[in-house]
């Protein structure tokens, strides 16, 4: 073949790549304009109950007003900064107790049972317990969000841990290398995709951790102004705290997903 | 003195249900720059007995003795190569064959002039920013085989090194190999389950049998062979020749397995 041909070939197959990719981006704007305008439409039109549906133009005059007095940037800050930290320590934990059951076969025999009942228990349902013992404040927050993610990081993390070729290690040993060495030279390395793909994972599971946290200490952050919409029967509140909560769960999502990019590249 | 000196060495594998012996009292010398090859069929336990020898596998019963010195964990001067290259992917090239001297500490400039000499030697050091992902199969086996000799060992302990290449790599490895360890007069004992390929590479050919693995019997290769490359020797009048006697000595292990 010539290579004419093959380059008018390639030049179709972009052309086409290139229109599938517009239908699917056209298609997924079509649906987010249909769902705001849909909505909007039918609470105007009260085929919905506006007290309880709100209407976007409401929740964004909410938005607006809750804006400038300050309000929605402390808690949106508040419920942010939790949630950073609540991810970030579960990893570091989770990681963190994966190693020492690589370290003592003998402990992780040990523990084996206990991390089976934790892993089956609803996080959540220790709220109350975190709140009496560290008090009604951010730090019971920020726990019920490393709480949630722990124990499954440590699972993962470990089971990866001891997945990785004992041939590796065998390279080591046979240079005379520590089982410290053996750690950090391989078995960490060798995990790293895991622990920031678990990382990945944790991002949604402490958002869920934080806002139960919110719900109950009940002083301020997204979750609050939910709890707190819904006493006094203000929906349109309930409802901007949600759309506030989806956006930052995507934009902290994406930028793990870059990081891991980034970081799987570089090898 | 031999080099290196194996005494009744024995290993037995535990399970749950049953006590497996593997290996049952070898004691084999090794002299200096001696080229040794375990050779049998699966299963003889010629991988375990290089792992008692490099010290990451203590016996059962029995001693391995490398200058007299009793062998109890890894020795900094043996060199252990494995079945496939097992370079760390996340390591370039240049940081995977430093390594060994980065564990010991004694990473200096000196040493690592001298390990970029080898990695010049081997026809691979405009790879030594690159990552092992980036090489063919032969090449990575190379980079492992400057990685074993960076340390300076003074016994290579080689497992069966060669088995997952291609033909024509394999005979071009092990020209490499042969030369660089004669250049370096290094001791080696290499496992293997590829008769030509013992002929081909060492002075003394070990046999083992199996079930569990005993000393079967010994070949010396003839110094017509010896003199020659690995290639150059597989070409020679007497390689067919001694290649018949081990297969029948094979023969009849497999038939006494049989029995």
Known sequence: MNKTTVNSAHARYLKKAKKENWIVRLMQ?????????????????????????????????????????????????????????GFILGTLFGTVLAALFWWSPLFSKVMDPYLVILNAMPKVALGPILI????????????????????????????????????????????????????????????????????KVNVGLSWVGVIVGEFLVSKQGLGYMIIYGFQVFNFTLVLLSLVMIAFLATIMYQLVEQIEKKLIRSR | MA?????????????????????????????????????????CGKSTLLSIISGLLRPTSGTVLLKGEKITGPHPKIGYMLQQDYLFPWKTIEENILVGLKLKKELTADKKNEVFSLLKQTGLYHTRNQYPSQLSGGMRQRI??????????????????????????????????SATLKKNQKTAVLVTHDIGEAIAMSDTIVLLSTNPGRLFCTFQVPLSLRRLSPFEARQHADFPLLFQQIWEELEQIEQNDSE
């Open chain 1, 29 to 85: 704007f079509a649906i987010f304009i249909g769902f705001f305008a849909f909505w909007e439409i039918s609470s105007r039109t009260e085929m919905i109950d506006p007290l309880l549906f709100s209407s976007p133009s409401r929740i964004f005059s909410l938005f607006i007003t809750k804006m400038a007095d300050g309000s929605l940037l402390v808690n949106t800050g508040i419920t942010l900064f939790e949630t950073i930290l």
């Open chain 2, 3 to 43: 080099f290196l000196q194996i005494k009744s060495a024995g290993q037995i594998y535990f399970t749950k249900h049953s006590a497996t012996p593997a290996l049952e009292d070898i004691s084999l010398s090794v002299k200096e720059g001696e080229f040794v090859s375990l050779l049998g069929p699966s299963g």
């Open chain 2, 144 to 177: 492992a085989l400057v990685r074993t000799l960076a340390t300076k060992p003074h016994l290579l302990l080689l497992d069966e090194p060669f088995s997952a290449l291609d033909y024509q790599t394999k005979l071009k490895l092990e020209d490499l190999v």
């Open chain 1, 132 to 199: 009496v013992a560290l008090g009604p404040n951010m730090g019971s927050i920020i726990a019920m969000g490393i709480l949630i993610s722990v124990i499954i990081t440590t699972i993962v993390v470990y089971t990866a841990f001891r997945n990785v070729d004992p041939n590796y290690l065998k390279v080591i040993q046979s240079f005379g290398g520590t089982k410290k060495q053996c750690f950090f030279e391989v078995i960490l390395p060798a995990c790293f995709p895991t622990i920031v793909s678990s990382l």
